[in-house]
């Protein structure tokens, strides 16, 4: 079981920020980039970038803590085939891409391309039929369960009714599949999701709307220790 920290960002130094109150705790952080057409809500670099990702990508500066974090971007984006190359140049370990972003043969493209370079991640919405990600399975590292079809904003509550079936069926299906899921994770959703059967839990605001956001892994580290 791992706690993944996610970070929702308007402004790039946001990131920096809250990267300093967790490393030493966590060893992955999640990034989320959302477009504002894919996902409603928009995050940097869509908005209030003011030349960072263009340093980071010249390699003129590495993305903050990059020795000491391991970074996944969830990519809420209309066009993820522009997005993969790109958050991968910018030091990627994993890409989460959703399955209602693009059509399934560029997917399966994308994935064919990338998938030996950097850890793939596949998410999908609660509404969205569990078929259309099966196809896909057996090329991807691991699986990102949404746990709100309202992605791309911080506290939105865990969907239960479509959640916890999908992960269960995932689980009994693919029983050595990484299954994340992420929004609605906190101390009280987190035992019933480890319970359906996911292996990642990511959390935006059960670990950054603390007072102490570190502590906060802890507790639900201790959910399951």
């Given at each position: ?108 493209d994308l994935i064919k391309e990338w998938k ?43 969907d239960e009714t479509l959640v916890l079936p ?39 605001s059960a670990v950054f709307g603390k007072a ?14």
């Open positions: 079981m791992k706690i993944v920290p996610a970070i929702i960002a308007k402004e790039f130094s946001e990131i920096p920020a809250k990267l300093e109150l967790v490393k030493g705790v966590a060893d992955t952080v999640q990034i989320d980039i959302c477009d504002g057409k894919f996902a409603p809500n928009k995050t940097w670099p869509y908005i209030g970038d003011h030349g960072e990702i263009a340093g980071i990508l010249r390699e003129a500066e590495g993305f903050p803590y990059w020795q000491e974090l391991d970074f996944e971007f969830d990519l809420m984006v209309a066009k993820p085939e522009e997005a993969v190359p790109f958050w991968v140049k910018a030091g990627a370990s994993r890409v989460i891409v959703h399955i209602e972003s693009i059509e399934p043969d560029a997917l399966s030996h370079v950097v850890d793939f991640g596949l998410a999908l919405k609660p509404s969205t039929p569990l078929e259309k990600l099966e196809t896909f399975l057996h090329e991807v590292t691991f699986v990102q369960c949404m746990g709100n079809d309202r992605i791309s904003f911080g506290g939105v509550p865990l999908k992960i269960s069926h995932l689980r009994k299906k693919y029983p050595e599949l990484t299954i994340s899921i992420d929004i609605g994770v906190n101390l009280e959703t987190a035992p019933r999701l480890i319970a359906a059967g996911a292996t990642r839990l990511v959390a935006g102490n956001p570190a502590q906060a892994i802890r507790e639900l580290e201790g959910l399951f220790s």
